[in-house]
């Protein structure tokens, strides 16, 4: 199981008004951190249609970022993994 690390968020003015958002954990680390964006992709592998909910959703780092402005995965096999998002703000 993961270790859970800290998750810190709220505004910045550089390099313009945005809201931000940094998690980071001590796990598994993402082997492959575009291929993690795609829709159906959950730990480490495409899922099947008919998955079942335990293997993951594969909608979670596809889904953010449609959402926000800016994603980047910082992640290492065996160490952890950092995820930043910045959304604009108008």
Do not use: N
């Not at 390099?15 to 993402?30: E, Q």
């Not at 964006?37 to 979670?60: I, V």
């Amino acid at each position: 199981m993961p270790t859970r690390g800290p998750s810190k968020y709220g505004f910045a003015a550089e390099p313009r008004p945005h809201v931000l958002l940094v998690c980071r954990d001590r796990g598994p680390g993402i082997a492959d951190p575009a291929a993690a964006r795609k829709d159906g992709y959950s730990r480490g592998r495409m899922l099947a249609p008919d998955a079942m909910r335990h293997e993951g959703l594969g909608q979670g780092l596809g889904a953010v970022e449609r959402l926000v402005d800016e994603l980047h995965i910082e992640s290492v096999v065996g160490l952890g993994t950092t995820i930043v998002v910045r959304k604009w703000i108008p």
